[in-house]
C-alpha cells in the first residue's frame, strides 16, 4: 500500500474516498443503507457545502445510530433472566428489631398483598412505642429486599385502605427528603384506647370479685397423683367460678414472699397439709 504524500491537501483523501464510494454506488445494484448514508455524506464535502468536520461528526453518527438500532432490535427479542427460585434466596440478616403488639384486621384483610403486609410489621416495628416513623423508600426498599417502586406500591395500598396516613418530609428549605407515616386505629391494638380497653372491661364483671388462689392449679394433679392437699386448694377447685383460670402454684415459692409469709405458716400449722385435704 503506498504511503500517503505529505504534501497532498487534507482532503484530497477524503475526495478519492467519496469518489470510490460514488463508483461503488454506480456499480453495485443493491448497496447497504449505511453506505449510500456516507457516501451522500462525503459527496456533500466533495461538493463544498460541508466541511471536514462535519462530514466527519455525520459519518460517525450513522454507524453508531446503526449499532444501536441492532442493539435495541437484540434485546428486544431477548427474554429476561428467570428469578432465583425462592427456596435458594438468601436467609435476612439476623435483627433485634421487634414489633410490639398490633391488630390482626390487616392480616386477615384479602385487598393486601402479602408484601404489603409484611411492610406494615415492619413499619410498627420502626413506630416503636409510637405511632409515627419517618423514612426513605429506599431505606425500605433494602430493608424488604424489594425495588422502590415496589415499595411505593405496597405504601399506597396501605394508605387507600386505611392502615396508615403518608406525607412529604421536607427541609427548611422544601427539599423533599422522605415520607413521614403515622399508623392508624386500624393497625393498633384494642387496648391501646381506653374507650376500648374500658369495653372490655365491663364485658367480664366477674373478673374483678376473683380472689387470690395460689393452689388452685395444683388441685387435679394432686388427686391423680394422691398427695397430699390443703383444704384451701380443695375449695377453690369445687367453685365454678375458678374453672379454666390459670393461678400460682406451688413451684412459684411464694412462701418466700413477705406478704404471703405469715399465711403460708397459719395453713401449715393449722393442718392444711394432711392427707387428702387435712382437717376441714
Known amino acids: 500500500m ?9 482532503g484530497a483523501s477524503h475526495e478519492s474516498a467519496a469518489e470510490a464510494c460514488a463508483q461503488a454506488v454506480a ?5 447497504s443503507p449505511v ?20 462530514a466527519e461528526r455525520r459519518s460517525a453518527k450513522i454507524g453508531a445510530a446503526s449499532a444501536e438500532a441492532e442493539t435495541s432490535r437484540q434485546r428486544k427479542g431477548a427474554h429476561p433472566p428467570a428469578p432465583r427460585p425462592r427456596h435458594k434466596r438468601p436467609a435476612p440478616k439476623p435483627s433485634r428489631q421487634y414489633a410490639n403488639p398490633m391488630a390482626t384486621t390487616a392480616m386477615r384483610d384479602d385487598r393486601l398483598t402479602p408484601g404489603a403486609k409484611a411492610l406494615l410489621v415492619v413499619l410498627r416495628a420502626r413506630c416503636g412505642k409510637g405511632r409515627v416513623t419517618a423514612f426513605a423508600k429506599a431505606t425500605l426498599a433494602a430493608t424488604m429486599q424489594r425495588s422502590a417502586r415496589t415499595i411505593r406500591r405496597y405504601l399506597l395500598d396501605l394508605e387507600r385502605f386505611g392502615y396508615i396516613a403518608a406525607r412529604i418530609r421536607k ?17 393498633l391494638p ?18 374483678e370479685r376473683i380472689p387470690f388462689a395460689p393452689f388452685a392449679a395444683m388441685g387435679r394433679a394432686a388427686i391423680a397423683m394422691d398427695l397430699p ?16 383460670v390459670t393461678v400460682l402454684s406451688p413451684n412459684n415459692h411464694i412462701h418466700q414472699d413477705s ?11 393449722g393442718g392444711f397439709w394432711g392427707k387428702g385435704g387435712g382437717s376441714t
Open 2 to 10: 503506498a504511503a500517503e504524500n505529505p504534501d497532498t491537501p487534507r
Open 27 to 31: 456499480t453495485t445494484e443493491a448497496p
Open 35 to 54: 453506505f449510500t448514508a456516507k457516501a451522500a455524506i462525503w459527496a456533500d464535502f466533495r461538493a463544498g457545502l460541508i466541511s471536514l468536520q462535519e
Open 171 to 187: 427541609t427548611a428549605r422544601g427539599f423533599h427528603t422522605g415520607l413521614v407515616v403515622t399508623l392508624t386505629d386500624k393497625v
Open 190 to 207: 384494642f387496648f391501646a384506647e381506653q374507650k376500648e380497653l374500658a369495653a372490655w372491661l365491663t364485658e367480664a364483671p366477674d373478673r
Open 229 to 244: 392437699m390443703p383444704t384451701l386448694a380443695i375449695k377453690t377447685r369445687r367453685n365454678p367460678i375458678f374453672q379454666g
Open 259 to 269: 406478704s404471703f409469709r405469715e399465711r403460708f405458716r397459719r395453713e401449715i400449722s
